[in-house]
């Protein structure tokens, strides 16, 4: 089993920034992709930004410019720098782990965190 523990979640004004971390623990030995998703009230859960253990990133156009997707492997954890953020950036923002090759049964499974609160207002 892998645990992805998020953090970094708050209230933030218009304008602001924030980061998030989600580290990711248990019995693996690697992880392909980690990510992050988030999901508004009434909305559909939506691809933020994605980076594999080589570095390539993928974000989604809202987010381009303003959000920096980064990875310690060494530390098995994620990052997304928020920053210029905006009401519409409010969401509940997931972790995401793909492809992470399990150390005893060498079979890879995708993983979610729990989720950490973002809420962009005045």
């Not at 928020?82 to 972790?95: F, G, I, Q, R, W």
């Amino acid at each position: 089993q892998v645990q992805l523990v998020e953090s970094g979640g708050g209230l933030v004004q218009p304008g602001g920034s924030l980061r998030l971390s989600c580290r990711a623990s248990g019995r693996f030995f690697s992880i392909y992709l980690m990510g992050w998703y988030r999901q508004a009230p009434g909305k559909q859960r939506e691809l933020v930004a994605t980076i594999t253990s080589g570095g390539s990133t993928n974000y989604a156009d809202s987010v381009k410019g303003r959000f920096t997707i980064s990875r310690d492997n060494a530390k098995n954890t994620v990052y997304l720098q928020m920053n210029s953020l905006k009401p519409e950036d409010t969401a509940v923002y997931y972790c995401n782990a793909q492809r992470v090759l399990d150390r005893l049964s060498a079979r890879e499974y995708d993983y979610w965190g729990q989720g950490t609160q973002v809420t962009v207002s005045s």
